[in-house]
């Protein structure tokens, strides 16, 4: 009766614009994916970040680290995994892998905190759906 | 007898950071998202751009023209659709349809002009195979 | 009594976010120099576009042409100058060229047209202060 | 007999394209600022980052952290204040603080590690000259 953890996993390739003059990936990129990572994640539970805003919250980022490993290029296929590393009333905590479609390598790694803020920009409780949802998702009974 | 043309189609998801202060998607993403369509193109016709690149040839960026009919938002899926308008020895000419994948609405269109330069940056003849790849896709006989 | 135009101009560095694998400047990046270009105009003409928007007033990206003529490179100075190529009541089109700050060479040019639209969407007259402040500065009497 | 640390200083305003959405700053946003903040950084203490590209060495990034406090506005004016952190013979921590310029808020800290390398990815030392100049800056005798 292990627990799991639900990890989302997005697959895109490279684009140009992406890429900076050492002729690899931009660091800024990863960040980008990253979100990217945790838009997916918040699908695949069912309960898309848009819903979220439409409902009058948001997540702002309060925190980003990544680690960078191996550099990507142009067109290369990526998978970028996401799970939650945390949840809190009125935080949340994602993790990230990026890694090299082509054989599995690590890119890179990194993690995104943010705390739930309403359009005035006060902390609010995460609506305790998506909390249920990522709690679901992340542990087994 | 009709002529054919062949278009390619990219479908991905509007990413929170193309979007802007409007709340709708910044009109310089839909550049690079030409950018990525006529990435797909090459890669459906059989000669990833990146190849060509590894070849030693790129094909710089002449012109842009944009045309902004209705607005995106944030986790939309949208479709570009490219063909090539015209293709000269030198030269070739990229011709881009945004949709929104719901409803199948005009975004945007465009096109984009080319020319392909060596890395010394000297115009050079695009390489012959690319140019039959690319006349057997977009003509019939 | 020749009529004059005004044109501002906005200076900078190119980031190295700015460039790509070619190891030159991303083309997409000039578009939004010319958004940067247009901000600095209406700065100068005493009218900044955050006033605008804070009025409830968005000018809306309806086209964007950019023609590519010279490539730049991480860390050079360029130059934005914009100007006002015509004003409707309810829209205007921008004008641009990029130069090489070091030699005055011309990198790129480009328009942009644009519609005042309120934040519903609806197509809205330009406040008439700010049609006056640009009359003014772009036609001598 | 105190020790000083050099801290430069790079002044801009925030570009509409750097925003999203929630109509503030997109966080990765950020971290292209802390680029052009040790651009600026190198620039200062004479040995621009571009001048060690010519010589064949690069600074890769490996890590990244950002904590954001407050966000930013379009057109508002930021400063980004870097100085080192760390130096060692392949490698440099440079630390970022960026500030509303009209008060002096703090807006977002951060740091980012850098491996020196050459074109061909591997390590390097960094040139010793580079090296003398960061020491000078940053250490009082």
């Known amino acids: 009766m292990k627990d799991h953890i639900f990890v989302s996993e997005s697959r895109f390739r490279v684009r140009y614009a992406e890429t900076d003059a050492?002729?690899?990936?931009?660091?800024?990129?990863?960040?980008?994916w990253f979100e990217e990572g945790r838009s997916e994640y918040?699908?695949?539970?069912?309960?898309?970040?848009?819903?979220?805003e439409k409902m009058g919250f948001y997540l702002a980022v309060t925190e980003i680290k990544a680690r960078y490993l191996r550099a990507a290029k142009y067109d290369e296929e990526v998978i970028v995994r996401t799970s939650v590393g945390s949840l809190q009333s009125r935080?949340?905590?994602?993790?990230?892998?990026?890694?090299?479609?082509?054989?599995?390598e690590l890119l890179a790694e990194g993690e995104s905190k943010h705390i739930c803020i309403n359009s005035g920009g006060k902390p609010r409780r995460l609506p305790s759906e998506i909390v249920d949802l990522i709690r679901r998702s992340t542990y087994a009974v």
Chains 1, 2, 3, 4 share one sequence.
């Open 22 to 32: 050492m002729r690899i990936v931009h660091h800024s990129s990863y960040i980008i």
């Open 42 to 52: 918040m699908r695949q539970i069912g309960f898309p970040y848009s819903r979220l």
């Open 91 to 104: 935080g949340i905590t994602f993790e990230y892998e990026v890694l090299r479609a082509s054989n599995g």
